[in-house]
């Protein structure tokens, strides 16, 4: 749903306009109506507006000035006059349309309209790059993983091991978060191999730049940085101790 702000200082023209849009573009809702610059700003801010129809004249400034409050403003403009000696003005702003009053519904449902096109096709633009730039992050030394409840996106090197289980996979993470995702560790498998992780047991992959030592007591076990003692599997033991021997 498109959110409006209505900025008229004439009350019975603030009405009318409210009730055309709501007649004629069921698509938009009226946040909140005000009468001033001041006032405007603070709708404006506080519904959060994708769209303000302004009149150019308001009780403590113009529409101008309403809009000069914004850096650089995330709505659609449209201003409406009694005259056209500030349609050229409004251009400046890149207002979506300039409507002379008394408004015409059909006009100012065009207007509408028009903006709520612009508004959406952004929007489109917007989840398109989100996308791909989320879809990269799993490209590059980052990984996405999907809780119940949240989104997490972290550093791979910062993850310490992972735990399978089933479907189930549990991050381990260098700050003592455990991360568990609903899927299976081989979903990530690729993209830790590649990151200096390992396999050391059919349930665990680790990060070998996280390791400590290995303890060979109790059938062997791998000592992260964070503490934690990840079970070897006895045919990965060897490769283990090529590897620390290699270090000295």
Same mark, same amino acid.
């Given at each position: ?42 709708? #404006?801010?506080?519904? $959060? %507006? *994708? ?8 009780? +403590? &400034? ?96 910062? #993850?310490?091991?992972? $735990? %399978? *289980? ?8 260098? +700050? &003592? ?29 680790v990060n070998i730049n996280k390791m400590s030592y290995l303890d060979k007591a109790d059938g062997g076990f791998l000592v992260m940085l964070d503490g934690a003692r990840v079970p070897v599997a006895s045919r990965k033991k060897d490769m283990l101790m090529e590897l620390f021997d290699g270090l000295e």
């Open positions: 749903m498109i959110k409006a702000v209505i900025v008229e200082d004439e009350a019975n023209i603030r009405e009318a306009v409210a009730r055309m849009i709501q007649t004629c573009c069921p698509n938009v809702t009226i946040m909140a109506m005000a009468a001033g610059v001041k006032s405007g700003v603070g709708a #404006i801010n506080e519904h $959060e %507006a *994708d769209l303000v129809i302004t009149d150019i004249r308001l009780m +403590d &400034g113009s529409g101008f000035d309403l809009v000069r409050h914004f850096d650089n403003p995330d709505f659609k403009i449209i201003f409406m006059s009694a005259s056209m000696d500030y349609a050229i003005k409004a251009i400046k702003f890149n207002a979506v349309d300039y409507l002379l009053k008394p408004i015409d519904e059909k006009e100012l449902t065009l207007a509408v309209n028009k903006a709520v096109d612009m508004i959406r096709f952004e929007e489109s633009l917007q989840q398109k790059a989100l996308g791909e730039s989320i879809r990269d992050l799993n490209k590059s030394h980052r990984l996405v993983l999907k809780t119940a409840d949240q989104v997490h996106v972290v550093n791979i090197e910062d #993850i310490v091991h992972v $735990e %399978a *289980d089933s479907n189930y996979s549990s991050f381990y993470m260098q +700050d &003592g978060r455990k991360i568990v995702v609903s899927k299976a560790v081989k979903e990530f498998e690729e993209t830790l191999l590649e990151h200096g992780f390992h396999r050391i047991h059919r349930s665990h992959l």
